[in-house]
């Protein structure tokens, strides 16, 4: 067995409560978009065709580009564009910002409500959420 080329280990979290925020298809995105920056982390190069991020995520064109329309909107991917290539990148600090906002209670209705009202209402990105939204969620009435 040809150890060197060996890739890390492929479990990564999976924080139930993304569930009140994404849709099946952008979890999945997102879990993919976590193992590349773990890659990345690692020495691996990731700079992948957009062909071969679609094969690894078994999503279709069009659901491909509606998650990265969805997460970039509320600032969790950036994509830049470098020699004819996007480049995607899942900002870790906001995705960690984001599993930390959903430790905050184990009510998912408050959770689902704070979701709803915030990054779809509001249309605040997770950058944008003030201690004072984190407070209004730990007393939000049921």
């Not at 479990?11 to 409560?17: A, E, L, R, S």
């Not at 995105?29 to 991020?53: C, P, Q």
């Not at 950036?78 to 599993?99: A, C, F, G, P």
């Amino acid at each position: 067995m040809n150890t060197k080329n060996k890739l890390p280990g492929k479990f990564i979290p999976f924080y139930v409560n993304l569930s009140l925020l994404f849709d099946s298809a952008e979890v999945v995105f997102i879990l993919h978009l976590v193992d590349m920056e773990n890659m990345k982390r690692n020495g691996y190069n990731t700079a992948w065709s957009r062909d071969f991020v679609l094969l690894k995520m078994n999503l279709g064109i069009r659901l491909f580009e509606r998650c990265v329309k969805r997460l970039i909107s509320i600032g969790l991917l950036s994509r830049i564009l470098k020699s004819n290539k996007y480049i995607y990148t899942l900002d870790m600090e906001q995705y960690e910002k984001l599993v930390g906002i959903f430790t905050i209670t184990n009510d998912i209705h408050k959770m689902k409500s704070f979701c709803d009202t915030v990054f779809v209402e509001q249309k605040k990105k997770i950058q944008d959420i003030t201690e004072r939204d984190l407070k209004e969620l730990r007393r939000r009435p049921r």
